[in-house]
């Protein structure tokens, strides 16, 4: 499992998409299945769209049943899993390892704030401003030290994915297939 931190306009998902294409992890963006819950309104949808309207954040444990469905969705052909833009903190951390096992690879992008708000154009569900993230994340990277790669995100998307590639083929060069912590 890789987990995909960063601030606003970092390039998480650009990378997990880069991620997805070239070793078949599946991508999972809880934003993204919040949003798709609240589009076909679904009883969990309702649910988050009235968070949604007050400004209010899905807390992770209510998004961990919608991660499951998608891992259990492709049981048996997962070579691996990238969530993307989690966790935002120890207790999210804790959450996913709970639910998911530890991280074989915790990417950092590190990003300045001046060009992370050039870069984000982010309408999504609320998420921690870059100042909160960088507060917030130090507890994660101290608990997972050995899992933690950091990469300047103000470089081109392609040379920070060629950093991240030189890892992931040394990590996950021997593993085929992952198993999901129960």
Request: proline share 7%; charged share 25%; aromatic share 6%.
């Amino acid at each position: 499992m890789v987990w995909i931190m960063g601030g606003p306009g970092s390039g998480k998902g650009t990378q997990a998409q880069k991620i997805q294409e070239q070793y078949g992890f599946k991508h999972i963006d809880p934003i993204a299945l919040v949003e798709m819950e609240v589009e076909t309104k679904s009883p969990a949808g309702q649910k988050f769209q009235k968070s949604l309207s007050a400004g209010t954040a899905i807390p992770l444990p209510q998004i961990v049943p919608l991660i499951e469905k998608q891992l259990m969705s492709h049981r048996g052909v997962l070579k691996g899993f990238v969530i993307d833009g989690y966790p935002a903190d120890l207790e999210e951390a804790e959450i996913l390892e709970d639910g998911f096992g530890s991280p074989n690879l915790i990417i950092v992008l590190d990003l300045d704030q001046a060009t992370g708000s050039t870069r984000s154009s982010s309408s999504r569900a609320p998420r921690p401003s870059l100042s909160m993230y960088i507060e917030s994340s130090k507890a994660v990277l101290e608990r997972y030290p050995q899992a933690v790669l950091k990469i300047d995100a103000s470089q081109e998307p392609d040379t920070m994915f060629q950093e991240i590639k030189l890892n992931m083929d040394n990590i996950f060069k021997r593993h085929h297939k992952v198993e999901i912590a129960r």
